[in-house]
């Protein structure tokens, strides 16, 4: 069983959150990966409180998942400061780039 942690920046109350959650689920499920079955999604919202991220952060890390998701700049920059080991995926995190999450954007050989 693969484990995913899911770190938003909303309240996991929103509207907007549950749709892009269950847009999240149902693509997956295309890939042949369902939760319950293949893979565990532990989902955390963390609001836009920059402490309240940095303990979710690290909550999530200490679960030792194969993957992080991350939903936002700040969020995806304070994950990275807490793990080098674990892959993150981002979204939403505009240009990463310019903001320093990655050197550059070329595909890697």
Request: no cysteine.
């Amino acid at each position: 069983m693969r484990r995913v942690s899911v770190l938003v920046e909303a309240d996991e109350n929103d509207a907007e959150f549950q749709a892009r959650f269950m847009i999240l689920r149902r693509e997956l499920q295309k890939l042949g990966w369902t939760e319950g079955q293949n893979i565990q999604i532990n989902a955390r919202s963390t609001s836009a409180d920059p402490q309240r991220m940095r303990i979710v952060a690290a909550e999530s890390i200490r679960l030792a998942p194969d993957a992080l998701l991350t939903g936002s700049n700040q969020l995806t920059s304070i994950v990275s400061q807490l793990t080098h080991t674990i892959p993150i995926i981002f979204a939403g995190a505009g240009d990463a780039v310019r903001t320093g999450l990655v050197a550059n954007m070329e595909k890697s050989k």
